[in-house]
């Protein structure tokens, strides 16, 4: 069986991480340009966030702030499904390889 530096250095493992770090990246860079965006107003536009939404109590801010907790979720389903279809085979095919499984 590998070590765990020698599977480091396999063309395979340094794919797998590629293909993990193209899809990680971009996203969590979203959520927190997304968060930071939220906080932001909070902070510096109070009045804007203040405002009513169609002559109801619900407000900007608040719709933001639950927007924060649809957005986790959307990512959270996104990136199961994207982990379902090309990681997982992938990441089983390296570990069985290494494994001496197949």
Do not use: C, H
Request: hydrophobic share 55%; charged share 15%; net charge positive.
């Amino acid at each position: 069986m590998a070590t765990a530096e020698e599977v480091q250095q396999t063309p395979d493992f340094a794919a797998l991480r590629s293909s993990f770090r193209r899809f990680i990246f971009p996203v969590a860079g979203f959520f927190l340009a997304w968060y930071a965006l939220y906080v932001l107003l909070a902070a510096f536009a109070p009045g804007f966030m203040g405002i009513r939404v169609g002559g109801s109590t619900i407000t900007v801010g608040l719709l933001m702030g639950l927007g924060q907790f649809v957005t986790t979720f959307v990512i959270t389903m996104v990136y199961r499904s994207w982990a379902d279809k090309r990681f997982d085979p992938q990441a089983t095919a390296l570990r069985e390889r290494i494994e001496g499984v197949a």
